[in-house]
């Protein structure tokens, strides 16, 4: 059974600056893709970043040249840093991992609260 458990979150200034983790226990065989997604109160989880084992990123537009989503395999850990935070980024950053062939399956870990206010 895979488990993720986020830290780093909390309360910034805006243009501050976090740095996310998120560790995996359980195997790591098979982790094809590891990232993060944000979610605003009453709000759909949106994608953040993403990140393949080969370290193939993917950043939403919103957060382009601001967040840097890294991983590190022998830790089993990826790390989201949040540099020039703003008030929309505002929410509930989750981790997930997805596993490949052949399992198949997605994993999400109990979220870290960033909060962005002056």
């Known amino acids: 059974q895979v488990q993720l458990v986020e830290s780093g979150g909390g309360l910034v200034q805006p243009g501050g600056s976090l740095r996310l983790s998120c560790t995996t226990s359980g195997t790591s065989l098979s982790i094809d893709t590891m990232g993060w997604y944000g979610q605003a109160p009453g709000k759909q989880r949106q994608l953040v970043a993403t990140?393949?084992?080969?370290?193939?990123?993917n950043y939403d537009d919103s957060v382009k040249g601001r967040f840097t989503i890294s991983r590190d395999n022998a830790k089993n850990t990826v790390y989201l840093q949040m540099n020039s935070l703003k008030p929309e980024d505002t929410a509930v950053y989750y981790c997930y991992a997805y596993r490949g062939w052949p399992q198949f399956r997605a994993y999400w870990g109990q979220g870290t609260q960033v909060t962005v206010s002056s």
């Open positions: 990140i393949t084992r080969s370290g193939s990123t």
